[in-house]
Protein backbone atom coordinates (compact mmCIF):
# COMPACT_ATOMS: atom_id res chain seq x y z
CA UNK A 1 0.00 0.00 0.00
CA UNK A 2 1.47 3.34 -0.69
CA UNK A 3 2.60 5.04 2.13
CA UNK A 4 1.89 8.98 2.08
CA UNK A 5 3.85 11.68 3.95
CA UNK A 6 3.39 12.55 7.46
CA UNK A 7 4.05 15.99 8.42
CA UNK A 8 5.09 17.41 11.71
CA UNK A 9 2.47 20.01 11.87
CA UNK A 10 1.51 21.80 14.74
CA UNK A 11 -1.72 20.36 16.31
CA UNK A 12 -3.91 23.58 17.74
CA UNK A 13 -4.93 22.19 21.60
CA UNK A 14 -9.08 23.49 22.63
CA UNK A 15 -8.11 25.21 25.83
CA UNK A 16 -11.76 26.27 27.16
CA UNK A 17 -13.13 25.50 30.08
CA UNK A 18 -15.57 23.51 28.45
CA UNK A 19 -12.29 21.16 27.28
CA UNK A 20 -11.17 20.27 30.61
CA UNK A 21 -12.64 17.19 31.97
CA UNK A 22 -12.51 17.12 35.76
CA UNK A 23 -12.43 13.81 37.61
CA UNK A 24 -11.12 12.42 41.17
CA UNK A 25 -7.76 12.81 39.87
CA UNK A 26 -7.99 16.30 39.63
CA UNK A 27 -10.35 17.86 41.23
CA UNK A 28 -8.77 19.07 44.32
CA UNK A 29 -6.56 20.91 41.97
CA UNK A 30 -9.10 22.82 40.04
CA UNK A 31 -11.64 23.52 43.64
CA UNK A 32 -7.45 25.65 44.64
CA UNK A 33 -7.30 26.92 41.27
CA UNK A 34 -10.42 28.03 41.56
CA UNK A 35 -10.66 29.42 44.83
CA UNK A 36 -8.01 32.04 43.85
CA UNK A 37 -9.11 34.68 45.75
CA UNK A 38 -8.22 32.83 49.46
CA UNK A 39 -4.33 31.84 48.10
CA UNK A 40 -2.24 32.22 51.43
CA UNK A 41 0.31 34.79 50.54
CA UNK A 42 -1.81 35.59 46.75
CA UNK A 43 0.30 32.74 45.38
CA UNK A 44 -0.46 28.89 44.29
CA UNK A 45 1.97 26.49 42.44
CA UNK A 46 0.37 24.33 40.23
CA UNK A 47 2.27 20.76 40.41
CA UNK A 48 2.18 18.23 37.43
CA UNK A 49 3.61 15.71 35.14
CA UNK A 50 4.09 16.29 31.39
CA UNK A 51 0.98 16.52 29.57
CA UNK A 52 -0.70 16.49 33.06
CA UNK A 53 -3.69 19.87 32.22
CA UNK A 54 -1.09 22.15 34.15
CA UNK A 55 -1.49 24.76 31.09
CA UNK A 56 -5.02 24.25 30.33
CA UNK A 57 -5.99 24.85 34.00
CA UNK A 58 -3.80 27.86 34.03
CA UNK A 59 -5.00 29.27 30.82
CA UNK A 60 -8.88 28.95 32.34
CA UNK A 61 -7.68 31.01 35.47
CA UNK A 62 -5.43 33.87 33.00
CA UNK A 63 -8.92 33.86 31.13
CA UNK A 64 -11.38 34.01 33.61
CA UNK A 65 -9.17 36.55 35.72
CA UNK A 66 -7.17 38.44 32.74
CA UNK A 67 -4.34 37.47 34.20
CA UNK A 68 -1.05 37.82 31.74
CA UNK A 69 0.66 34.37 30.91
CA UNK A 70 4.55 34.28 30.65
CA UNK A 71 6.85 31.50 30.18
CA UNK A 72 9.72 30.83 32.81
CA UNK A 73 12.18 31.01 29.98
CA UNK A 74 11.19 34.46 28.32
CA UNK A 75 10.45 35.77 32.32
CA UNK A 76 13.70 38.22 32.01
CA UNK A 77 12.99 39.77 28.55
CA UNK A 78 9.26 40.27 29.56
CA UNK A 79 7.91 43.81 30.49
CA UNK A 80 6.35 43.80 34.02
CA UNK A 81 4.89 47.67 34.22
CA UNK A 82 1.70 47.06 33.32
CA UNK A 83 1.31 44.96 35.88
CA UNK A 84 0.91 47.51 38.62
CA UNK A 85 -2.16 48.49 36.98
CA UNK A 86 -3.25 44.96 36.72
CA UNK A 87 -1.05 42.51 39.40
CA UNK A 88 -2.41 38.99 38.00
CA UNK A 89 -0.06 36.58 36.22
CA UNK A 90 0.61 33.60 35.58
CA UNK A 91 4.37 31.93 35.15
CA UNK A 92 4.75 28.81 33.42
CA UNK A 93 7.09 25.96 33.74
CA UNK A 94 8.62 28.30 36.86
CA UNK A 95 11.08 25.77 37.92
CA UNK A 96 12.94 26.53 34.82
CA UNK A 97 14.06 29.70 36.19
CA UNK A 98 16.90 27.40 38.47
CA UNK A 99 20.28 28.30 37.66
CA UNK A 100 19.35 31.38 35.28
CA UNK A 101 20.27 34.47 37.45
CA UNK A 102 18.27 37.00 34.90
CA UNK A 103 15.43 34.76 35.06
CA UNK A 104 15.50 34.09 39.04
CA UNK A 105 15.78 37.96 39.21
CA UNK A 106 12.83 38.20 37.14
CA UNK A 107 10.52 35.88 38.85
CA UNK A 108 11.79 37.16 42.26
CA UNK A 109 10.86 40.78 40.90
CA UNK A 110 7.24 39.97 39.80
CA UNK A 111 6.95 37.85 42.88
CA UNK A 112 7.12 41.65 45.28
CA UNK A 113 5.62 43.12 42.17
CA UNK A 114 2.46 41.12 42.61
CA UNK A 115 2.81 40.68 46.41
CA UNK A 116 2.74 44.57 46.89
CA UNK A 117 -0.59 45.47 45.09
CA UNK A 118 -2.54 42.65 46.91
CA UNK A 119 -2.45 40.56 43.79
CA UNK A 120 -2.19 36.84 42.63
CA UNK A 121 0.46 34.96 41.18
CA UNK A 122 0.23 31.08 39.54
CA UNK A 123 2.87 29.22 38.97
CA UNK A 124 2.92 25.93 36.92
CA UNK A 125 6.02 23.35 37.09
CA UNK A 126 6.87 20.11 37.62
CA UNK A 127 8.38 19.70 41.38
CA UNK A 128 7.35 21.41 44.24
CA UNK A 129 8.82 25.12 44.95
CA UNK A 130 11.33 23.67 47.70
CA UNK A 131 12.75 20.78 45.23
CA UNK A 132 13.91 23.62 42.65
CA UNK A 133 17.74 24.23 42.77
CA UNK A 134 17.02 28.01 43.17
CA UNK A 135 20.32 30.23 43.23
CA UNK A 136 19.01 33.03 44.90
CA UNK A 137 18.47 32.75 48.69
CA UNK A 138 15.58 35.73 48.82
CA UNK A 139 14.01 33.90 45.67
CA UNK A 140 14.03 30.56 47.18
CA UNK A 141 13.04 31.25 50.79
CA UNK A 142 8.99 32.99 48.75
CA UNK A 143 9.28 30.00 46.92
CA UNK A 144 9.44 27.40 49.73
CA UNK A 145 6.76 29.51 51.40
CA UNK A 146 4.56 28.93 48.16
CA UNK A 147 0.96 27.25 48.49
CA UNK A 148 0.99 23.63 46.18
CA UNK A 149 -1.80 21.57 45.06
CA UNK A 150 -1.29 18.77 42.74
CA UNK A 151 -2.32 17.16 39.54
CA UNK A 152 -2.32 13.41 40.60
CA UNK A 153 -1.95 10.60 38.08
CA UNK A 154 -5.14 10.07 35.64
CA UNK A 155 -7.82 7.72 36.64
CA UNK A 156 -9.98 5.61 34.17
CA UNK A 157 -12.34 8.85 33.75
CA UNK A 158 -9.32 11.47 33.01
CA UNK A 159 -7.31 9.16 30.84
CA UNK A 160 -10.48 7.93 28.42
CA UNK A 161 -11.63 11.95 28.10
CA UNK A 162 -7.93 12.96 27.84
CA UNK A 163 -7.57 10.52 24.83
CA UNK A 164 -11.28 11.85 23.67
CA UNK A 165 -9.65 15.44 23.62
CA UNK A 166 -6.34 14.13 22.27
CA UNK A 167 -8.01 12.99 19.14
CA UNK A 168 -10.39 15.89 18.64
CA UNK A 169 -7.74 18.08 19.09
CA UNK A 170 -6.18 16.33 15.31
CA UNK A 171 -9.80 16.49 14.22
CA UNK A 172 -9.29 12.25 14.24
CA UNK A 173 -12.31 10.51 14.26
CA UNK A 174 -12.23 7.49 16.11
CA UNK A 175 -14.84 4.43 16.95
CA UNK A 176 -15.81 5.22 20.66
CA UNK A 177 -14.81 1.40 21.09
CA UNK A 178 -11.31 2.70 20.83
CA UNK A 179 -10.89 4.57 23.39
CA UNK A 180 -11.46 2.21 26.90
CA UNK A 181 -9.49 -0.37 24.52
CA UNK A 182 -6.65 1.91 24.53
CA UNK A 183 -6.88 3.03 28.25
CA UNK A 184 -7.11 -0.26 29.81
CA UNK A 185 -4.10 -1.20 27.75
CA UNK A 186 -1.77 1.61 27.47
CA UNK A 187 0.95 2.92 29.73
CA UNK A 188 -1.34 4.75 32.58
CA UNK A 189 0.43 8.83 32.38
CA UNK A 190 -0.89 12.24 30.20
CA UNK A 191 2.52 11.74 28.43
CA UNK A 192 1.87 8.03 27.08
CA UNK A 193 -1.53 9.24 25.89
CA UNK A 194 -0.24 12.38 23.60
CA UNK A 195 2.82 10.17 22.14
CA UNK A 196 0.07 7.56 21.59
CA UNK A 197 -2.20 9.22 19.71
CA UNK A 198 0.54 11.06 17.78
CA UNK A 199 1.92 7.89 16.72
CA UNK A 200 -2.21 6.66 15.71
CA UNK A 201 -2.63 9.74 14.01
CA UNK A 202 1.15 9.53 11.57
CA UNK A 203 0.39 5.88 11.29
CA UNK A 204 -3.29 6.80 9.95
CA UNK A 205 -1.97 9.59 7.58
CA UNK A 206 0.73 7.81 6.19
CA UNK A 207 -1.16 4.34 4.86
CA UNK A 208 -4.25 6.42 4.47
CA UNK A 209 -6.31 3.92 6.58
CA UNK A 210 -9.07 4.91 9.04
CA UNK A 211 -8.49 4.72 12.73
CA UNK A 212 -9.33 0.91 13.70
CA UNK A 213 -9.28 -1.59 16.43
CA UNK A 214 -6.51 -3.50 14.56
CA UNK A 215 -4.49 -0.58 13.55
CA UNK A 216 -4.09 0.69 17.68
CA UNK A 217 -3.32 -2.97 18.39
CA UNK A 218 -0.44 -3.37 15.63
CA UNK A 219 0.63 0.54 17.70
CA UNK A 220 0.14 -0.51 20.99
CA UNK A 221 2.20 -3.76 20.22
CA UNK A 222 5.08 -1.46 18.69
CA UNK A 223 5.61 -0.69 22.15
CA UNK A 224 7.70 2.63 23.26
CA UNK A 225 4.30 4.94 23.49
CA UNK A 226 5.45 5.26 26.99
CA UNK A 227 6.94 8.94 28.23
CA UNK A 228 7.87 9.80 25.27
Known sequence: MPRQLAF???????????????????????????DWAQWPQGKLALIG??????????????????ARVAQAADLAATDLADLDRFPRAVVEDAD????????ERALFHLHNLIA????????????????????????????????????DPPDDALLSAVLVKLFADRQLIVPP???????LRMTRSFASARSLVDRIDRRAL???RKVTR???????????????
Open 116 to 151: AADGRLLLTARTAPNRWPLTLPDLASRMQATAITTL
Open 206 to 208: AEG
Open 8 to 34: NLPVKEALGRDDFFVSAANAAAVAAVE
Open 49 to 66: PPGSGKTHLAQIWANDTG
Open 177 to 183: AIIPYLA
Open 96 to 103: QVAGNPAA
Open 214 to 228: AMVAEVLDMGAEGGQ
